[in-house]
């Protein structure tokens, strides 16, 4: 669902829905500024039988606050995504095997580097494996030089 914001931050139910498609259970939300622009990044998993693959969903915020989507408007992203930090134009995304399979017990992850284009479309930069048995999550912490 989409809001508008008012005065004082009040949020007002704009009646739009933007949709990630069918068999999708959203895990997060993510908003990133390039330039005059906003754009949002919705990450989640396809849901089913046999399926565990992650998600993620690109959309442009227009003036009006609602959501474009942009083009793509998903990338397949791993097996199963956890969490997404956003810093400045760069995306993190980090996905877990646990799950990725009923039938094998599979362990680790990955973190996938994403960086952000002026039209606020994510290209998959780069993937750094983890051995963590199980994540469940990430917090970053992004030093600035003085």
């Known amino acids: 669902m989409q809001f508008s914001i008012g005065a004082g931050g009040a949020l007002t139910d704009t009646g739009a829905i933007a949709t990630t498609g069918s068999h999708y259970d959203a895990v997060n939300i993510v908003l990133n500024q390039s330039g005059a622009k906003v754009y949002a990044y919705v990450l989640s998993n396809a849901v089913g039988v046999d399926t565990n693959t992650g998600a993620l969903w690109q959309y442009g915020v227009e003036s009006s ?25 760069l995306l993190y995304v980090l996905t877990t095997n646990s799950g990725a399979s009923a039938n094998t017990a599979s362990t680790g992850g990955n973190i996938n580097f994403y960086s952000l284009g002026a039209d606020g479309v994510a290209t998959l930069t780069a993937t750094t494996k983890i051995s963590a048995p199980s994540p469940v999550s990430m917090g970053m912490l992004f030093l600035l030089a003085p």
């Open 65 to 89: 606050g609602e959501l474009a989507a942009a083009n793509p408007p998903m990338l397949n992203i791993g097996p199963v995504a956890l969490a997404q930090v956003v810093q400045v134009d």
